[in-house]
């Protein structure tokens, strides 16, 4: 299933803690929840009074280990974390959930065997589907009552992904903004951007041209 909206019951996702999260741009509090189903561990980043019924500036965003933590180029997933992170902090309130469905939701293995597939000449589309898997499996049903937690109901959603906001509204968590997200094109990432925008609807103009590197995939 592709880009689900579907609501696990209550006991299906447990509130388990939180704690203070200092980061470069603000200190937040780090919530920490528990998928029943799977034993997934997901997590929401809150900043400021997010419960009192405005529109908070949110981002939905899926696990990528690779961009996140290894800094890679191929991807900009690691630059719109940290660019979500940074507008939060520039308007002293808001959220952001980071939901542990990597590689679009095929896993981490699959996901670095479809860079291989990639650099074969595939692009990010066909790699998943020669794997077996749609374009995008991820779902976002968990994001309703990680946001019932806070209270909230409308957001100012981060993000390119037309799909990503009908899933908000299939739930009923009102979208009142759409706020472009648009980091990092560079010649690493190129190809996959624009195959994003093509095969996958993602809203990436306006479009810069990427630099030419030395040893650009």
Known sequence: MSQSAEIPSPDELNYVTSCALPTPWAQFTLHAFVEKATGKEHLAMVLGDIGDGEPVLARVHSECLTGDVLFSQRCDCGAQLEGALKKIADEGR???LYLRQEGRGIGLINKIRAYRLQEAGADTVQANEQLGFKPDQRTYGLVKPMLDQFGVKSLRLMTNNPRKINAMTNLGVEVA???????????????????KAAKLGHMMTPLTPAPVEDGAL
């Open 177 to 195: 903004e759409r706020v472009p997200l648009l980091v990092n094109r560079n010649a690493f990432n190129q190809h996959y951007l624009d195959t």
């Open 94 to 96: 808001g959220v952001l």
